[in-house]
């Protein structure tokens, strides 16, 4: 069974630059969840993507953005980065139909924006 | 302010038990998980109780859930160093929805 992955591991860009995170969910589930964690903080809730459509969002602005794609794979984008949005991006998955609906992250993406 | 708190730093020795505490605030939450992080790394799921059980017993893993004063605890027995990490209690809301606390740092000592 393969496990939740992300790429890339790590990114540098700067601000007002455009970023995209790719996140594939493990085998069997249908849903992907993407958080932000910042530096000595919990996770923080981005949105959802249930059958490739966003299922919830968090307090974040529109400039964050994603897609989920019909093997449930999923893309995280953000627009015009700023220089708080330096953090380690998370990307679970799970599936909806089970009453837990375990969530199992990846390794995480850590972007750095100067 | 937090949803979830839980305190920062916890320090043990090789062999005894730690405790993690979490006080959580939405009553209706269905699901409470516990999570650890080693440093650099993503989250790794530990165990789970689910809101209508008292306690989920798992290798050295004990989860206590108090769901009149929503307060939960993650007992580990016999904590060894590679124990050490960074723990995060989380709640569930609505679909899917996890909210964290800031986590506990739990440093074993030889």
């Known amino acids: 069974e393969t496990g939740v992955t992300q790429s890339p591991t790590h990114l540098i860009k700067t601000r007002g630059q455009q970023v995209t995170l790719r996140c594939s969910s493990q085998?069997?589930?249908?849903?992907v969840s993407w958080y932000q964690q910042a530096l000595g903080q919990g996770p923080q809730f981005i949105f959802q993507y249930y059958r490739e459509e966003e299922n919830g969002r968090g307090n974040f602005p529109p400039r964050f953005s994603g897609l989920q794609f019909p093997n449930y794979s999923s893309e995280l984008n953000v627009n015009a980065l700023e220089l708080d949005d330096s953090a380690l991006y998370l990307c679970a998955s799970s599936f909806r139909d089970n009453p837990s609906d375990t969530q199992y992250f990846g390794p995480g993406t850590r972007l750095t924006v100067l | 302010g937090e949803d979830v708190e839980q305190s920062l730093f916890l320090s043990v020795r090789e062999g005894d038990s730690s405790v993690i505490n979490c006080t959580y605030t939405?009553?209706?939450?269905?699901?409470l998980y516990w999570y650890k992080q080693e440093p650099g790394a993503g989250l790794q799921l530990l165990t789970y109780i689910f809101s209508n059980m008292d306690m989920k017993q798992d290798q050295r893993l004990t989860v206590l859930l108090n769901k009149k004063d929503k307060h939960l605890s993650l007992r580990i027995a016999d904590t060894q160093t590679g124990d050490s990490a960074i723990y995060f209690c989380a709640e569930k809301k609505g679909y899917s929805t996890l909210t964290f606390g800031k986590g506990t740092m739990l440093l074993v000592s030889p």
């Open positions: 939405d009553s209706s939450s269905t699901y």
């Open positions: 085998s069997g589930h249908n849903t």
